[in-house]
């Protein structure tokens, strides 16, 4: 069975950082990401990485200051938030995939960024 526990979730200043990582059980993904949903907004992509680490993407307003990893040994993937701002608060889920889609999702953890 799959499961995937995220943690690092909390409330910080702008201008703050924060570390989500997100340990997934079970068995290993090739894609590992992480996806916000905003109050009123719909779920959107944060960014992602491939096993090896050597592809990475990011949505264009976080590009700069977050940064995506992954601990294969640990089966973890890590979201690295830096210059944090009010428009990032909100729930951030981790997703993990094989080819081409988001398979397993985790149960969120809450961003509040206060200006």
């Known amino acids: 069975q799959v499961q995937l526990v995220e943690s690092g979730g909390g409330s910080v200043q702008a201008g703050g950082s924060l570390r989500l990582s997100c340990a997934v059980s079970?068995?290993?993904?090739?894609?590992m990401g992480w996806f916000r949903q905003a109050p009123g907004k719909e779920r959107e992509f944060v960014a992602a990485?491939?096993?090896?680490?050597?592809?990475?993407s990011y949505v264009d307003s976080v590009k700069g200051r977050f940064t995506i990893s992954r601990d294969n040994a640990k089966n973890t993937v890590y979201l690295q938030m830096n210059s944090l701002k009010s428009e990032d608060t909100a729930v951030y889920y981790c997703?993990?995939?094989?080819?081409?889609?988001?398979?397993?999702w985790g149960q969120g953890t809450q961003v509040t960024v206060s200006s």
């Open positions: 997703a993990v995939g094989v080819a081409g889609s988001w398979d397993y």
């Open positions: 079970g068995r290993t993904f090739r894609s």
């Open positions: 990485i491939s096993w090896s680490g050597g592809s990475r």
